[in-house]
C-alpha cells in the first residue's frame, strides 16, 4: 500500500475542498476520500439515537460502529439515503464540535485509511495531510476569504432548498474555524510541505488546474 499514491487535501471550511478534490480523482481516476462526511454521518448517527454532546463515550461509539457505506455519489447511513440530510447545518455545527475529541478521531482512523487502493487516492479534509496520509506525495492546503466562503456556501445551501443567510452563515463559519484550528487534536493548519492555493479569485476548475499541475510535476 505504501506505492498507492494520495494527494491530500485540506482547508478551511467552503474553501472548495470537496469540489476540488472530486474533481482532481475524477481526472485521474482516482478513489475520493470526503472525510468531513464521516463526521457528519457520526454527528448524523449521535443525533439520530439522542446521544448527548457531553457523552463523550456514547459519541466516540457512533463513530466506531458507523454503518456507512458510499456508492455512486451517495452516502448512506446503515441503508439509508443521506446525501442530502448530512449536509444541513445542523448537523455540520454538531459534526464541528465532536471532530474537537480525540477518541472520535481516533475510532475513525482506520475507516479513512481503509479507502486508500489502487490507482490512488485523493483526500479531503482538516488533518489530511497532517495526520491521517502525513507520507501523501502531494499535500495541497487550500484557503480563501471569509466573504468569499461564505458566499460559496450560501450558494450551496439555497440550490440544495435549506435556508440560509449570510450573517449566520459567516458567524458560523468563523466559529467552525476557529474550532479547527485551536483544538488540541489534529488542529487546522497547512501540513509541511503543503502547497498554499489562495482561491478567493479563482475558479474551481483554475484551482483543480493548478493541483494537477503539481502532481504532474512530482
Ligand atoms: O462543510 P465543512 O467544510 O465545514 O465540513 P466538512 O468537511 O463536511 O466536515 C464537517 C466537520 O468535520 C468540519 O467542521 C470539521 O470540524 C470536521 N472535520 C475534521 O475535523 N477533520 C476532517 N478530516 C474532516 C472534517
Ligand atoms: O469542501 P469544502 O467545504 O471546502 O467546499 P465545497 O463543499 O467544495 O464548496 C465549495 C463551493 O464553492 C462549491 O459550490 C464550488 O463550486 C464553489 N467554488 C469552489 O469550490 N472553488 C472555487 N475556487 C470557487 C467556487
Given at each position: 500500500?505504501?506505492?498507492?499514491?494520495?494527494?491530500?487535501?485540506?482547508?478551511?471550511t467552503?474553501?472548495?475542498?470537496?469540489?476540488?478534490?472530486?474533481?482532481?480523482?475524477?481526472?485521474?481516476?482516482?478513489?475520493?476520500?470526503?472525510?468531513?462526511?464521516?463526521?457528519?454521518?457520526?454527528a448524523?448517527?449521535?443525533?439520530?439515537?439522542?446521544?448527548?454532546?457531553?457523552?463523550?463515550?456514547?459519541l466516540?461509539k457512533?463513530?466506531?460502529?458507523?454503518?456507512c457505506?458510499?456508492?455512486?455519489?451517495?452516502?448512506?447511513?446503515?441503508?439509508?439515503?443521506?446525501?442530502?440530510a448530512?449536509?444541513?447545518?445542523?448537523v455540520?455545527?454538531?459534526?464541528?464540535?465532536?471532530?474537537?475529541?480525540?477518541?472520535?478521531?481516533?475510532?475513525?482512523?482506520?475507516?479513512?485509511l481503509?479507502?486508500?487502493?489502487?490507482?490512488?487516492?485523493?483526500?479531503?479534509g482538516?488533518d489530511?495531510?497532517?495526520?491521517?496520509f502525513p507520507?501523501?506525495?502531494?499535500?495541497?492546503?487550500?484557503?480563501?476569504?471569509?466573504?468569499?466562503r461564505?458566499?460559496?456556501?450560501?450558494?450551496?445551501?439555497?440550490?440544495?432548498?435549506?435556508?440560509?443567510?449570510?450573517?449566520?452563515?459567516?458567524?458560523?463559519?468563523?466559529?467552525r474555524?476557529?474550532?479547527?484550528?485551536?483544538r488540541?487534536?489534529?488542529?487546522?493548519?497547512?501540513?509541511?510541505?503543503?502547497?498554499?492555493?489562495?482561491?478567493?479569485?479563482?475558479?474551481a476548475?483554475?484551482?483543480?488546474?493548478?493541483v494537477?499541475?503539481?502532481?504532474?510535476a512530482?
Amino acid at each position: 500500500a505504501a506505492t498507492i499514491p494520495v494527494i491530500a487535501i485540506d482547508g478551511p471550511t467552503a474553501s472548495g475542498k470537496g469540489t476540488v478534490a472530486q474533481k482532481v480523482a475524477q481526472h485521474l481516476g482516482f478513489h475520493y476520500l470526503d472525510s468531513g462526511a464521516l463526521y457528519r454521518l457520526t454527528a448524523l448517527s449521535a443525533i439520530r439515537r439522542s446521544v448527548a454532546m457531553t457523552d463523550e463515550h456514547g459519541l466516540a461509539k457512533s463513530a466506531e460502529h458507523l454503518h456507512c457505506h458510499f456508492d455512486g455519489g451517495h452516502i448512506f447511513l446503515a441503508n439509508e439515503d443521506v446525501t442530502q440530510a448530512i449536509r444541513a447545518e445542523e448537523v455540520g455545527n454538531t459534526a464541528s464540535k465532536i471532530a474537537v475529541l480525540a477518541t472520535v478521531r481516533h475510532a475513525l482512523y482506520g475507516l479513512q485509511l481503509s479507502f486508500r487502493k489502487a490507482p490512488g487516492l485523493v483526500a479531503d479534509g482538516r488533518d489530511m495531510g497532517t495526520v491521517i496520509f502525513p507520507h501523501a506525495p502531494l499535500k495541497v492546503f487550500l484557503t480563501a476569504s471569509v466573504e468569499a466562503r461564505a458566499q460559496r456556501r450560501y450558494k450551496q445551501l439555497i440550490d440544495k432548498g435549506f435556508p440560509a443567510n449570510m450573517e449566520d452563515l459567516s458567524k458560523d463559519l468563523r466559529e467552525r474555524d476557529a474550532r479547527d484550528m485551536n483544538r488540541a487534536s489534529a488542529p487546522l493548519k497547512p501540513a509541511e510541505g503543503a502547497y498554499l492555493l489562495d482561491t478567493s479569485d479563482m475558479t474551481a476548475d483554475e484551482a483543480v488546474k493548478q493541483v494537477l499541475g503539481w502532481y504532474a510535476a512530482l
